[in-house]
């Protein structure tokens, strides 16, 4: 069965391959037979991609539950935001969100190129066959797939409702995050294509082409990534941001990569021999990167609370990935071998260039180390047939590792940001004494200030290696902090004094990025070592009101709570209020009305007056047996005639027909409202929640920042209630909300640097 979703996906093939083939005439043959009809066919293809996310978002907000996509993450019950955001859901609305994020960066870059130059023409091309490529997959996985394709049922069958989405997607970062994520995958498809044209030819202009989509690739992955750990806190529960999942660290690594390619770029920019192949070798890996997230994802190799589980277009990105690798691989030899020999003033091993080159080499560390931390697992599964972590704790394996390059990174940010080769050896001075005070701290005691807590399982089980990097103190951080934040307010003070304010805002800008690092490393490093943590809370219900003593100093007291629908139920017919607004002239009528039950009460001679209640009112309805059993919150659909009852002043109905509904919904939401108090002093207040629903369970926090002067946060985890008890998780955690300025002031700092276009050095 074709259904309209699907046609527009094969008619966007079709004319994509056929811009495809316009531009290969025209940079191979000169043939000009259909290159002024490629413009608009991209154009198009971004329309007609654009329509069908539109469609399918009508389908989830309509409820046609005929689609399998929608019936598997939609329903009657909710929220109109959750039904459009439960669009990408799951894997096939992800890559009909993915491709159509790639034509319409193509489509922006035919109409700011006009496809004017072979370099602008060849990008393009690259850029069409990914996006084909994509379109291919998101056909083999479509979303438009109808119910009828999968079971042998009637045309005529129609399921009453859908799956919903699992609690933990129920959430406003379930709006944001996604979009983002799948938007920085897209436009990072631009940089990669200019720079395997760059390896392919030695176009010039590659960089200044594909600059602007590197750093908004930039901005909106690490945003992606940021708004994906705000989401972990105030959701899933886990009183931190960063947990090393497998699909967060697997997005965490092409960022990683990004950043060293941009710093790559920027000398590239100035010198065009500096950087002339790890530039654009770079660009590469992190697109490749990027399809290896998408792998992780979809593989079901991985165990991840975001997997999606195992799909068919998992080979497919996997020979994806084995096609860019081999042909970046072999360009990249071919322009290295071709590279001329560079003669140049000797200025020594200590000098920017090489610097740089060290600075570039610890990004890659970094992202290796995360990528052999989630793929050694996947490997050993693969080869053979047993599941294995890469260490007992996966998350402090990460960080062990991690740390040692963390502080190697901020000694070269300190050392890089203000070079000047005429100051060069009172600079590196300053580095060594940073470095010695490094490794002096790094011996220094402390109770619990180690990069591996000495008590948790992982430091006794654990090889030798992996206790020595764990007994450093962390307290070796903060030298090489204090020398990178000392370097950035230098650099941001000689960029305020600049009268040129295009160049200013830019340095500016980069200062910024650059002192957000600082504050998201001190907030995650001392929140993650200083958090306090008390799980094992349980307030008995009847301690409503009551302020309990919960060890440490610490109360809790339990001021409400409460269990709700999370959508107002829908009720047929009239509602209550109008009957009762002027019951006269409905005399002889009949009238339909529904409700919940909310009272049963006996009447001698007449039978038993049910109590129903809608959103508007409540109103009797007489049921001729004086003996009836119904449940509260039955949901309750009467028709009837109405008349009056001796001894009540408002009008009831006499019921002729009556219906069964649901008046709760599938989602309930159990509320608790809570004070927080340190040695009798009220510290913190707000509302813990619990979401029960289709696919599961969700936690939502109690947060409220009221630690100030640490910028922390007192936060409560809820789980429901439970044999009469309220069970809830205490923790204080300090600094938390550093990280959380660390993440808006990198936004606001990348944002500065890309509103300041650069000057084109000539025309693409």
Known sequence: MLTLGNTILYASLAISVAAIAGLLLKDLKNNNIFYKLVTPAIISVAGLLTFAYLLLTYYFVTGDFTYEYVWQY????????????????GQPGTYLLWVWMIFLSA?????T???????????????????AYFIVLTLIQTPFQSIYELAEVPLSF????????NALLINFWMIVHPPLMFIGYATMTIPFAAAIVYLLTKEDGWEE?????????????GMGIAVGGVWAYVVLGWGGFWAWDPVETASFIPWLTLTAFMHAAALHRKNKTTFSVAAPILAAVTFILIIYAAIVVRSGLFNSVHAFGEATTGSLLLSLIFIISLVSLVLGMRRYLEEPDKVEEDKGIWNKTNIFYITLLIFVILAFISFWGISYPAFIQITQGIKVNVASDTKNFFNLWSYPFTILLLLALGF????????????????FIVAGLSIITMFLRTDTFYVLDHNSPFWVSEPPIYKLIGSISVISIFPSLIYATAAIYQYFSGYMNISNMRVKMKGIGIAIVHIAVIFTLIGAIISSNFTYTNERINMPLEAKGILLNVGDGYGIKVVDYSTRSLVEATYPGTAIAEVLADPSSLEGKTVTISGKVTGLNPIEGHGTLVELTDNSGSMGVVFPSEIITLPDDLGLTVTGSIFTLPGFDKPVLSPIAVDEFTTSGTYRVQSVQLEVYQNGKKIGSGVAEYLEGKGGSGTFPMIDPSLALLGGDVYVIFQG??????????????????????IILFAVGIIMIMAVKSKPKGRL
């Open 158 to 165: 129609v399921p009453a409702d859908g799956s919903g989405l």
């Open 107 to 111: 489509a922006w870059l035919a109409k």
């Open 209 to 221: 082409l594909g600059r602007q989509w590197a750093r908004f690739t930039w901005l909106i992955l």
């Open 113 to 131: 190129t006009k496809h004017a130059t072979a370099l602008a023409r060849r990008t393009q091309i690259i850029t069409l066959v990914i996006g």
């Open 721 to 742: 209630i439970s044999g009469g008890t309220l069970p809830m998780t205490l923790k204080i955690i300090p600094t938390i909300n550093l990280a959380w300025i660390g």
């Open 416 to 431: 890089c940001l203000n070079y000047k080769e005429s100051k060069k050896e009172a600079q590196k001075k300053t580095l």
């Open 74 to 89: 939609s329903s009657r019950d909710l929220p109109l935001i959750y039904k459009i955001s439960g669009t990408w859901a």
